[in-house]
C-alpha cells in the first residue's frame, strides 16, 4: 500500500514538474494569438472566420498537448473538453467559413461562452487544491463569458471590434495560465 502511495507521489510530482513548464508556455502561445488576432482584426468576414479558425486549432492543441502532459492535476478534465472544443470549432471554421457576419458571431458566442464555462470550472477547482492564483482564470472565464454574452445578445460590433475583443480575452486567458504555471512553482 505504502508503495502505491509513493507512486502516486512520484506521478504527482511529474505532473506538477511537466506543468510548471508547459502551462505557462500555453499561456504565452495563448498571449501570442490574441496579439495576432488584435493586430490583424481588420481582414473581412472570410478572412477573419479563417484566422480565427486557425487561432483556435492552435490553441487547442497547445491546450491539449498540456492537459495530457499534467493529467494528474486539477482542471485535467476540464482543459481536455476546452482544447477539444477549441479544435473543433477552429476546425468547423476553416472546413466551413462563414461568410455571414451574423452567423459567425453565433458560432463564436457559443463557442465562447462553452470556454467561459470550462474556464470558471478550472479555476474552481483550482480554488481548493494548488495554484493561489485561480482568481485570474476566475477572471479569464467571467470576460469570456461577458464577451459571449454580448456577442449572443448582438451588441453592435464590426469585424475589427470583434477579432481585437478575442484577441483580448485571449490574452487575458493567457496571462491565467502564466500566472498559474508559474504559481505551481511554490508545489514542488
Known sequence: MVAMSETVDREMQASLARARVLVPVEGGMLMFLGVVAVVLPGLAAIAVTVLLGWIFVFSGLIGLAVALGSRH?????????????????????????????????????????????????????????????????????????????????????????????VGIDMLIAGAALVAIGTGLKSQL
Open 73 to 165: 492535476l486539477p482542471g485535467h478534465r476540464w482543459s481536455i473538453v476546452s482544447a477539444l472544443v477549441a479544435l473543433a470549432a477552429g476546425t468547423a471554421l476553416m472546413i466551413w467559413p462563414i461568410e455571414n457576419v451574423a452567423a459567425l458571431m453565433v458560432v463564436l458566442g457559443l463557442f465562447l461562452a462553452a470556454d467561459g464555462i470550462f474556464s470558471v470550472m478550472y479555476a474552481v477547482e483550482h480554488r481548493g487544491q494548488f495554484s493561489g492564483r485561480w482568481t485570474w482564470m476566475l477572471v479569464s472565464g467571467v470576460f469570456t463569458l461577458l464577451l459571449a454574452a454580448a456577442i449572443l445578445v448582438r451588441v453592435p460590433m464590426d469585424a475589427a471590434l470583434l477579432g481585437t475583443l
